[in-house]
C-alpha cells in the first residue's frame, strides 16, 4: 500500500481539517450578506493580531503580489531603495524595484548568515531612502533577519520605510508592526497560517498609508492600496472578485490562531523549530543557517559528501513526505523541510522517521531511530 503523502515543504504547509471544511463548502456570491460579515470579521480579526496597524488588506494572490504592492505603494520611480537580502528571495526585490526604476542599493549575506542592524544603520546614514526592505525568513538559506533590532535601526530614520516580508515568519515567528516600527508587513495564506495558497495578507502603518497618499497616481493597478481601500473598510463593495472560500479558510486559521494565543504559537513553533533541527544534526545533516540566525519555521539541510538529492527526494517521497529541493547554489546539495503552522507530533515524528528510511533505502550511514529519539528528547522537555 502506498504511503500517505504529508507536504513538508516550506510552503504550501498541511491544512487541517477544520479549515479544508471551509475550503470545501459551497461558494456563496461575493454580495452575499452572510460572506460580507464573515469577510469583515476576518479583516477585522487579522488588523490587531500584530500590533497596531492603520490598514489591513486580504487580496486573491501569492507572495510575491505582496511584494510588489509593498514597493508600489511607498515609493516612486527615481526613489532610492535598500534591499537587505539573505538569500534568492531577498533579491527577487531587485528586480521588483528596477522595473520600477528606483534606485536600488544591496545588503547581501552570505548565505548561511544575515545582514546585521549594524551594517543596514550604516548605509542608511550615508544617504536617504524611501524605503528598506527585509526579508524576515528567507526560505532559500533559512536564515532570520533580526526584525526587531532592525527596526530599532529604523526609528531613527522616520522618513524610510520598513518594509518586512514575513511570507516564511508570520504567524510563527514574533513580529510587531508598533514595537518594531514595522511600515509594512506581508504574507501569503499558505505557510505559517496553515491555508492553501492563494491569498496575500498586508498590514500597513499609518506612516505607509499617508506615503500612498502622497504619490498620488501609482501606474500599478491591482496592488494600488487606494484601489482596494473602499473594500477593506465596506467588504460589501465591489473591485476585483475576492477568493469567497479562501476568505472562509483564513477566517478559521485565525481563529486557531487567536485560541491558542500567538505568544503561545511563537513559543511552539521555537521549540518544534529546535527540536527538529537537533534531529538532522542527530542524523549526520547539516543545517545551513548559521545558529546565531536560524529560522525555526523551516530547515534548509546539506546531505553529507555522495548523496544524491533527486534519488533521495524521490526515495523521501515514496517514505510519504515531500520536501523542498536546494535553490541558487545550494540546488542538488540539500533539501528543504517546513516546520511551520498548523503541525503537530505526529507530522514531526513522521517526517524525521520518513528521514531515516529513506537515508536507509538510499545507503547512508544511519542508527535508525536515533533522529526520532532526539527529536523526541527535545519535544519532551
Known amino acids: 500500500?502506498?504511503?500517505?503523502?504529508?507536504?513538508?515543504?516550506?510552503?504550501?504547509?498541511?491544512?487541517?481539517?477544520?479549515?479544508?471544511?471551509?475550503?470545501?463548502?459551497?461558494?456563496?456570491?461575493?454580495?452575499?450578506?452572510?460572506?460580507?460579515?464573515?469577510?469583515?470579521?476576518?479583516?477585522?480579526?487579522?488588523?490587531?493580531?500584530?500590533?497596531?496597524?492603520?490598514?489591513?488588506?486580504?487580496?486573491?494572490?501569492?507572495?510575491?503580489?505582496?511584494?510588489?504592492?509593498?514597493?508600489?505603494?511607498?515609493?516612486?520611480?527615481?526613489?532610492?531603495?535598500?534591499?537587505?537580502?539573505?538569500?534568492?528571495?531577498?533579491?527577487?526585490?531587485?528586480?521588483?524595484?528596477?522595473?520600477?526604476?528606483?534606485?536600488?542599493?544591496?545588503?547581501?549575506?552570505?548565505?548561511?548568515?544575515?545582514?546585521?542592524?549594524?551594517?543596514?544603520?550604516?548605509?542608511?546614514?550615508?544617504?536617504?531612502?524611501?524605503?528598506?526592505?527585509?526579508?524576515?525568513?528567507?526560505?532559500?538559506?533559512?536564515?532570520?533577519?533580526?526584525?526587531?533590532?532592525?527596526?530599532?535601526?529604523?526609528?531613527?530614520?522616520?522618513?524610510?520605510?520598513?518594509?518586512?516580508?514575513?511570507?516564511?515568519?508570520?504567524?510563527?515567528?514574533?513580529?510587531?508592526?508598533?514595537?518594531?516600527?514595522?511600515?509594512?508587513?506581508?504574507?501569503?495564506?499558505?505557510?505559517?497560517?496553515?491555508?492553501?495558497?492563494g491569498l496575500t495578507m498586508l498590514w500597513a502603518s499609518k506612516a505607509a498609508m499617508e506615503r500612498r497618499k502622497s504619490l498620488g497616481t501609482i501606474p500599478e493597478y491591482y496592488c494600488d492600496f487606494e484601489k482596494w481601500l473602499p473594500v477593506m473598510h465596506d467588504t460589501s463593495k465591489y473591485f476585483a472578485t475576492p477568493a469567497v472560500n479562501m476568505v472562509w479558510a483564513l477566517q478559521e486559521s485565525v481563529r486557531i490562531i487567536r485560541e491558542e494565543g500567538i505568544d503561545a504559537r511563537y513559543a511552539r513553533h521555537i521549540k518544534n523549530g529546535r527540536a527538529m533541527q537537533t534531529a538532522f544534526e542527530a542524523l549526520g545533516f547539516k543545517v545551513l543557517a548559521d545558529r546565531s540566525c536560524r529560522a525555526v519555521t523551516l530547515s534548509n539541510v546539506i546531505y553529507p559528501d555522495g548523496v544524491n538529492d533527486a534519488q533521495f527526494r524521490a526515495i523521501l517521497a515514496e517514505e510519504g513526505v515531500m520536501v523542498g529541493g536546494g535553490l541558487g547554489p545550494y540546488a542538488g546539495k540539500m533539501f528543504r523541510m517546513g516546520h511551520m503552522g498548523n503541525i503537530d507530533i505526529h507530522d514531526m515524528v513522521s517526517a524525521i522517521a520518513a528521514v531515516e528510511r529513506a537515508m536507509f533505502r538510499s545507503g547512508m550511514k544511519v542508527e535508525l531511530g536515533k533522529g526520532v529519539g532526539a527529536l523526541m528528547a527535545e519535544l519532551l522537555k
Open 1 to 197: 500500500m502506498e504511503n500517505r503523502r504529508l507536504v513538508m515543504i516550506p510552503g504550501p504547509t498541511p491544512v487541517v481539517r477544520s479549515i479544508q471544511a471551509q475550503m470545501g463548502r459551497d461558494t456563496v456570491a461575493f454580495g452575499d450578506p452572510a460572506f460580507v460579515k464573515d469577510f469583515r470579521n476576518t479583516l477585522d480579526s487579522l488588523k490587531d493580531l500584530f500590533g497596531k496597524c492603520e490598514e489591513v488588506f486580504v487580496i486573491a494572490g501569492t507572495g510575491t503580489l505582496g511584494m510588489e504592492a509593498a514597493v508600489a505603494n511607498t515609493t516612486k520611480a527615481g526613489d532610492n531603495i535598500l534591499i537587505v537580502s539573505n538569500g534568492f528571495f531577498g533579491d527577487r526585490f531587485i528586480d521588483i524595484c528596477e522595473r520600477k526604476g528606483l534606485h536600488v542599493d544591496i545588503l547581501q549575506a552570505e548565505w548561511g548568515l544575515a545582514v546585521t542592524p549594524e551594517e543596514i544603520d550604516k548605509k542608511l546614514s550615508e544617504k536617504h531612502y524611501a524605503a528598506v526592505t527585509v526579508t524576515h525568513v528567507d526560505t532559500a538559506t533559512g536564515t532570520c533577519a533580526p526584525a526587531a533590532e532592525i527596526g530599532k535601526v529604523l526609528a531613527k530614520y522616520p522618513d524610510t520605510m520598513y518594509i518586512l516580508d514575513g511570507v516564511c515568519a508570520t504567524g510563527g515567528i514574533e513580529e510587531n508592526l508598533e514595537t518594531m516600527n514595522i511600515d509594512i508587513l506581508f504574507t501569503g495564506s499558505q505557510k505559517a497560517f496553515g491555508v492553501a495558497p
